[in-house]
């Protein structure tokens, strides 16, 4: 059996992002997606248990953004206003030009959601409808160049922090928010194994 033909692209970038992804969420805790890591050392290794990686979601959501904002450059006007904003929410028609919920009208067939460029390259779900379009772009994880000196760098300046409402702020009853705790991570040089 023939396989398909796919691309495949190796990269070196530098990243200085604050949340590098949201992949451990529990409750109120949002939390830096991490791995065992092990660095060459001349002639011994060291390992790394949870240095801070970039998720492929996290990459693949960041293609879909900048692909938009280049096809509308380029004059391109089949994508519906929450693509063009960056909003992750697909299966919705190319026509939705408002963003309050009102006027979010699903696609009604699969050939009508994947005329929004977003809805084509990076998949679909409308529940409602049975309708499930996956991906065409997978992306891998990108994790820190295997240098000493830079998955230090990546492991020390790891943070955490709460965020709370500020007092300031006027809210009505029930409107107050919660302590969310928010990790960040800030790496000098990443790449894609």
Same mark, same amino acid.
């Given at each position: 059996?023939?396989? $398909?033909?796919?691309?495949?692209?190796?990269? =070196?970038?530098?990243?200085?992002?604050?949340?590098?992804?949201?992949?451990?969420?529990?409750?109120?805790?949002? !939390?830096?997606? #991490?791995?065992?890591?092990?660095?060459?050392?001349?002639?011994?290794? =060291? *390992?790394?248990?949870?240095?801070?990686?970039? #998720?492929?979601?996290?990459?693949?959501?960041?293609?879909?953004?900048?692909?938009? !904002?280049?096809?509308?450059?380029?004059?391109?006007?089949?994508?519906?206003?929450?693509?063009?904003?960056?909003?992750?929410?697909?299966?919705?028609?190319? #026509?939705?030009?408002?963003?309050?919920?009102?006027?979010?009208?699903?696609?009604?067939?699969? !050939?009508?959601?994947?005329?929004?460029?977003?809805?084509?390259?990076?998949?679909?779900?409308?529940?409602?409808?049975?309708?499930?379009?996956?991906?065409?772009?997978?992306?891998?994880?990108?994790? $820190?160049?295997?240098?000493?000196?830079?998955?230090?760098?990546?492991?020390?300046?790891? *943070? !955490?922090?709460? =965020?709370?409402?500020?007092?300031?702020? #006027?809210?009505?009853?029930?409107?107050?928010?919660?302590?969310?705790?928010?990790?960040?991570?800030?790496? $000098?040089?990443?790449?894609?194994?």
């Amino acid at each position: 059996m023939a396989y $398909p033909p796919y691309v495949k692209v190796t990269g =070196r970038f530098t990243v200085e992002v604050s949340a590098l992804t949201g992949s451990g969420n529990i409750g109120n805790y949002n !939390q830096v997606a #991490t791995a065992k890591i092990v660095v060459p050392n001349g002639s011994t290794y =060291r *390992v790394y248990d949870s240095v801070p990686i970039i #998720t492929g979601n996290a990459l693949k959501h960041w293609h879909a953004v900048y692909l938009a !904002q280049e096809y509308v450059k380029l004059k391109g006007s089949l994508l519906n206003i929450l693509c063009k904003h960056g909003v992750g929410l697909r299966g919705y028609k190319y #026509t939705v030009n408002q963003m309050d919920s009102g006027s979010l009208a699903s696609a009604d067939s699969e !050939q009508d959601a994947i005329i929004d460029l977003c809805n084509d390259l990076h998949g679909f779900l409308i529940p409602d409808k049975q309708l499930k379009r996956d991906s065409l772009i997978e992306v891998s994880h990108a994790i $820190p160049v295997l240098a000493i000196d830079n998955v230090e760098n990546v492991v020390k300046f790891a *943070v !955490q922090h709460n =965020r709370v409402v500020p007092k300031q702020v #006027t809210k009505g009853e029930g409107e107050g928010m919660m302590v969310f705790k928010q990790e960040y991570v800030s790496g $000098p040089l990443y790449a894609s194994p």
